[in-house]
């Protein structure tokens, strides 16, 4: 049986290839009730030491009308995922290392839309700035978002680092 709602949220595509980090770790606590101590256990830890995502995502309106979402859901979906890696901490995300660096609230003049999600999410592009090789930092990329600015009927909001900028 197919799930089918209003919001649709893409999975996250690294820009670039990452590395990964693979360590060896023991887990040393006690597992068993009283006072006896239950066995150390080894296992494998693998991190991501650094990656930039890209993530889409679209709201359908006929599918919003139909399931009665409404312009308040809409606006708590966004706010959620601005703030998406907020007080989300654990121990393969400490507090702070993960966080949502630029985000796009795009909004059509009209319910059937301008032009096709597809385009939209095509028309942000990212590439690396010139002379780097291996990026560190998310001000190693270069974002080209001038193709979505030129679509006519469209409303742009844009957040960096959590605050609206446009």
């Known amino acids: ?15 670039n290839p990452v590395i990964i980090t693979n360590m060896q770790i023991t887990k040393s606590v006690n597992t068993e009730p009283g006072d006896k ?44 995922l601005i703030t998406l890696f ?5 121990s393969a995300r400490p507090e702070g290392s993960v966080e949502m660096t630029k985000f796009y609230w795009v909004r059509h003049d ?4 301008k032009v096709s999600s597809a385009r939209v999410h095509h028309s942000v592009t990212t590439n690396l700035k010139e002379g780097v090789t291996a990026p560190h930092t998310f001000d190693d990329y270069a974002i080209d978002d001038s ?13 960096q680092e959590g605050e609206k900028i446009q």
């Open 86 to 90: 907020e007080n989300d901490a654990s």
């Open 110 to 113: 009209n319910k059937t839309g």
């Open 37 to 80: 101590k239950g066995s150390d256990t080894m296992g494998m830890k693998h991190r991501v030491d650094f990656g930039v995502y890209k993530v889409v995502g679209s709201i359908n309106v006929q599918l919003a009308e139909k399931t009665g979402f409404s312009e308040e859901d809409a606006e708590k979906i966004k706010a959620s």
């Open 147 to 159: 193709a979505l600015k030129d679509i006519a009927g469209l409303n742009i909001e844009i957040y």
């Open 1 to 15: 049986v197919g799930v089918r709602g209003p919001v649709s949220i893409h999975t996250a595509v690294s820009l």
